[in-house]
């Protein structure tokens, strides 16, 4: 199963591009990575997935590692509305379930 | 369009009771997964459904089931309710069951054992 590790906390000033890293060292070659936040009390918002390309929408980017074990999701511009726990996920082997990581709590500060 | 949407939003349970919550996915979207959040643990993988059929479940006892109908609604249901079963309970549905389908989550069924 594709286990997923994140920093439990990070800051960021708003306008400054956010860093968000991911270590997914388990995940197999047909695993996607996917990104969720989740603000207070909220469901989690899907954000972008990838396999092996980066990948980018309107919301965020996604840089993953050429060997796959990492990613980075990378929000642009921060703004106050992007404080959140932000979720990397994997998904379990050979299944469709999503396994959750303990998050990081980005704040972004005014 | 319309989300996913969640009923009821709010429940309160004595210990000991059964409770259902309903689900419904969006329009077009035929595979519902749900999930428990919890302070202590998480999110949590409770079951999944396509077409009606169970395709994964989660490490919960058997007192935790539900069911997908053929419209793709779906219900979660808990018998023999346990104070430890408070928790925010998440719907997600899906267009496709697959690796490319992101999920679309609900705001959520938040349950009170008391």
New interface residues.
């Given amino acids: 199963d594709a286990k997923t590790t994140q920093p439990p906390s990070m800051d960021c000033a708003e306008g400054r591009a956010a860093n968000l890293p991911c270590n997914h060292s388990t995940i197999s070659g047909?695993?996607?990575v996917?990104w969720?936040r989740q603000i207070h009390?909220?469901?989690?918002?899907?954000i972008i997935?990838g396999?092996k390309n980066n990948e980018t929408n309107e919301m965020a980017s996604l840089i993953i590692t050429e060997d796959r074990k990492s990613s980075t999701l990378i929000l642009p511009h921060a703004t106050l509305r992007d404080t959140a726990v932000y979720?990397c996920i994997g998904?379990?082997s050979g299944?469709?379930?999503?396994?959750?990581?303990?998050?990081t709590r980005l704040k972004v500060l005014a | 369009k319309a989300g996913?949407t969640q009923t009821p939003r709010y429940l309160i349970k004595t210990r000991g009771q059964q409770v259902t919550l309903s689900c419904s996915p969006i329009s077009g979207h035929r595979?519902v997964?749900w999930?428990q959040q919890t302070p202590g643990q998480?999110?949590?993988?409770l079951f999944?459904y396509f077409s009606e059929t169970q395709?994964?479940k989660?490490n919960f006892p058997g007192r935790f089931s539900g069911r997908q109908f053929s419209n793709s609604r779906s219900e979660m249901n808990v018998s023999t309710l346990e104070l430890g079963d408070s928790a925010?309970y998440?719907c997600?549905s899906s267009f496709g069951?697959?690796?490319?389908y992101?999920?679309?989550?609900?705001?959520?069924t938040r349950l009170t054992v008391v």
């Fill in positions: 047909n695993e996607y996917y969720y009390s909220q469901g989690p918002q899907y997935h396999l979720y998904q379990a299944t469709y379930k999503y396994i959750f990581g303990t998050g | 996913v595979s997964s999930y998480g999110l949590q993988f999944e395709r994964n989660g925010l998440l997600a069951q697959g690796y490319n992101g999920y679309t989550f609900g705001s959520g």
